[in-house]
């Protein structure tokens, strides 16, 4: 299963806003072969997301799996739960509970960096799975985190324009 390359911030795709994928592109193979790749990609980094634009390729999809392989600790303060694996094509995302949360976060298209980033608690997305079929998430915590974060990719956007930038750092 070849690795794909992640492209770090600079490259223009990165603020392209991406375009939805078609009925007929989520018919054919290539597109669960590229998913296959994008998962061995996110799995390898390691990340809990990678959308494609991430990867060159500016199409309204992403790949999410969340392990939560971080302390009880972490987990409770951050309302960290396993997120098993999954795909959001053409999603579109509404604020449920706009409180938000500060937490880091990284991304791995800005290699080495994190810094804090206020998040809504709870989203709902709505969007198609790799197959074409509508699906509606309801996430908190971290998950929402994640959604509103991959989300933000297929809209050209990254953390660093919505984090408290005095706490913008390296991770080493
Ligand atoms: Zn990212």
């Known amino acids: 299963m070849p690795l794909l390359e992640i492209v770090q911030v600079g490259d223009p795709v990165l603020r392209a806003v991406a375009r939805a994928v078609t009925q007929e592109e989520l018919a054919r193979p290539e597109l669960l072969s590229l998913i296959d790749d994008m998962r061995e990609t996110m799995r390898a980094a390691p990340g809990v997301g990678l959308a494609a634009p991430q990867i060159g390729i500016g199409l309204k999809l992403a790949v999410i799996e969340d392990p939560a392989s971080v302390s009880a600790e972490d987990r ?25 949360a500060r937490f880091y976060e990284g991304c791995l298209s800005l290699s080495g960096f994190a810094a804090e980033v206020a998040r809504a608690r709870a989203v709902r997305v709505d969007a198609l799975d790799e197959h074409g079929r509508p699906i509606t998430i309801r996430a908190r915590g971290w998950y929402a985190r994640i959604l509103q974060h991959e989300i933000d990719h297929l809209n050209g956007t990254l953390y660093i324009d919505r984090m408290d930038t005095r706490t913008f750092r390296r991770v080493d």
Do not use: C, D, G, Y
């Open 76 to 100: 409770a303060s951050r309302e960290r739960e396993p997120v098993p694996f999954h795909v959001i094509v053409n999603p579109t995302l509404t604020v449920e509970e706009s409180e938000p």
